[in-house]
Nanobody, 118 residues
């Protein structure tokens, strides 16, 4: 099982980025996917998640209305579209996979750095 996050970079405040998470070893048709982030000097926080057949996606209050989680099962890739970026969104972003029926995320990608300049 592997998750490969990409798409991070340097962007100006108010800009957009789309993060991708390509997965191997499991299907996005059955696994839950979550995005997490860790800012410098801070702990890891959940950003967004959804279940494969769940029409409801969940977001941290700090990103609601600005970030959108999605997945393309055929491409084996999950996405996090980030709009209206702010300096406080600067962090390393991680994607993670969750087995069906489990509450914990057992599989993690290596992280991709997002830097938002003000």
């Amino acid at each position: 099982v592997q998750l490969q996050a990409s798409g991070g970079g340097l962007v100006q405040s108010g800009g957009s980025l789309r993060l991708s998470c390509h997965v191997t070893g499991f299907s996005l048709e059955s696994y839950g996917v979550g995005w997490f982030r860790q800012a410098p000097g801070k702990g890891r926080e959940g950003v967004s998640c959804n279940l494969p057949r769940d029409r409801i996606s969940h977001y941290a209050d700090s990103v609601k209305g600005r970030f959108t989680i999605s997945r393309d099962i055929a491409k084996r890739t999950a996405y996090l579209q980030m709009n209206s970026l702010r300096s406080e969104d600067t962090a390393v972003y991680y994607c993670a996979g969750r087995r069906p029926g489990r509450s914990e995320y057992g599989f993690w990608g290596q992280g991709t750095l997002v830097t938002v300049s003000s």
